[in-house]
């Protein structure tokens, strides 16, 4: 049987507009959401996501401010910018893109942004809430995969999730989200010798590799949930997941297309975090 699709389209246009409304009642009692962005050098691909993060904030009502510094930015101007904005109370979230060029350390600048301001949930005291179960900044991706599966009402407590892919921004937090929802989670990566054999097991398979046609029809069990986090760009252009998605398809119960699928889901929430942010719930 073909599965269903989950369209991160529409499922983040619908969340999109509940937020719209949740920011016009902030408004009203004198709170203006604000996301400060911080853009370093002129990597096109994050010149790109900046632009698209700005256009989401614009279309929900959320202010936004993208500061764009140079590429031979100092890690020590890159921590005053952001000290700056820690100590500012108009700025409720604060992203850094990332990638970041090599003369300055990423840890170093995730550390710096006040962890009540940490709208990409990176900071170690959102982690660690994460893990704890505690209120907490969820990193965005992971986070819009758990509202797209609870969208669909697609039971997680006592599945078997395999996580194909163990970054820091989405493997590892996924797989930890899944386990706070109950999941039995197994971690696969580049160094798993026998991934078929676990990804044949998986009820939800997260694929986070980063590589094109990484999970085919050989890897999916009949009826599983398929969700794909790849993001890859083909020689014409075009963009694709990790995933088969024409065969995966036919074995999955509930699959998530590459474009409009997980990628809306991520703006989404960093949209829903920043709303979060102006509250002061963190
Ligand atoms: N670069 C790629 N994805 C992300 C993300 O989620 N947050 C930030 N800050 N940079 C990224």
Redesign the pocket.
């Known amino acids: 049987m073909a599965a269903e699709i989950i369209s991160g389209k529409d499922l983040a246009h619908e969340l999109r507009l509940e937020m719209n409304q949740k920011v016009s009642e902030l408004n009203d009692r004198g709170i203006y959401p604000k996301l400060s962005v911080i853009l370093v050098g002129d990597n096109p691909a ?1 010149k790109s ?1 900046v632009n698209g993060k700005k256009k989401a904030c614009k279309e929900t009502g959320i202010l936004s401010d993208v500061i764009e510094m140079d590429s031979d930015t100092t890690e020590t101007q890159l921590l005053q910018q952001i000290e700056i904005l820690n100590e500012d109370p108009s700025v409720h979230g604060i ?5 970041l060029p090599k003369q300055i350390r990423e840890q170093k600048v995730i550390d710096t942004i006040s962890y009540e301001k940490d709208v ?1 949930g ?1 900071h170690p005291i959102n982690i660690g809430r994460m893990m704890t179960g505690e209120d907490a900044f969820l ?3 992971p986070f819009g995969i758990i509202t797209m599966l609870k969208s669909k009402n697609i039971p997680i407590a006592g599945k078997h999730a395999v996580v194909v892919g163990r970054s820091n ?1 989405v493997g590892k937090p996924v797989g930890q989200l899944l386990l706070n929802e109950h999941a039995t989670v197994t971690y696969c990566h580049s160094r798993t010798s026998n991934l078929q054999q676990l990804t044949q097991q998986a009820d939800i398979l997260i694929a986070a590799v980063g590589k094109v046609n990484a999970i085919r029809a050989e890897h999916i069990k009949e009826g599983a949930v398929v969700i794909d986090v790849g993001i890859n760009r083909l020689e014409d252009g075009s963009l694709t997941g990790d995933v088969d998605f024409e065969a995966a398809k036919e074995k999955a119960s509930y699959i998530t297309p590459v474009p409009r699928g997980v990628g809306p889901m ?1 703006i989404t929430m ?1 949209l829903e975090n920043t709303i979060k942010a102006a509250k002061g719930l963190a």
């Open positions: 994050s996501y992203l850094v893109q990332l990638p990409d990176f990193p965005c991706t921004i991520t960093l």
